[in-house]
Nanobody
Framework: QLQLVESGGGLVQPGGSLRLSCAAS????????IGWFRQAPGKEREGVSC????????NYADSVTGRFTISRDNAKNTVYLQMNSLKPEDTALYYC?????????????WGQGTQVTVSS
């Protein structure tokens, strides 16, 4: 069964950092653009960031620009989301997703999510 598995979430104080990882099981991430999405309680899921197959193109939601950095290591079959200067409003369940398109549209595979909680 093809799977995306997120890790690295947790509880962090405001201003802190976390690095999320997205690893693939039984398929090669290098063939896909990969996106990070998040969903906070009572809110719709939103796109956070996306990276192209080669890693040469990235984009970010306005709310995270300058604080979050997406990267990929195709040799390790893993995509990362470095999150700095975290705010309470970043609290959400974070998902990674694989896209058969150039930049995260359409999504063909979803992970199960990892919880990020920013609180003092």
């Amino acid at each position: 069964q093809l799977q995306l598995v997120e890790s690295g979430g947790g509880l962090v104080q405001p201003g802190g950092s976390l690095r999320l990882s997205c690893a693939a099981s039984k398929f090669t991430l290098a063939y896909y653009a990969i996106g990070w999405f998040r969903q906070a309680p009572g809110k719709e899921r939103e796109g956070v960031s996306c990276i192209s197959r080669s890693g040469g193109s990235t984009n970010y939601a306005d709310s995270v620009t300058g604080r979050f950095t997406i990267s990929r290591d195709n040799a390790k079959n893993t995509v990362y989301l470095q999150m700095n200067s975290l705010k309470p409003e970043d609290t959400a369940l974070y998902y990674c997703a694989a896209s058969s398109g150039y930049m995260c549209d359409p999504i063909v595979y979803w992970g199960q999510g990892t919880q990020v909680t920013v609180s003092s």
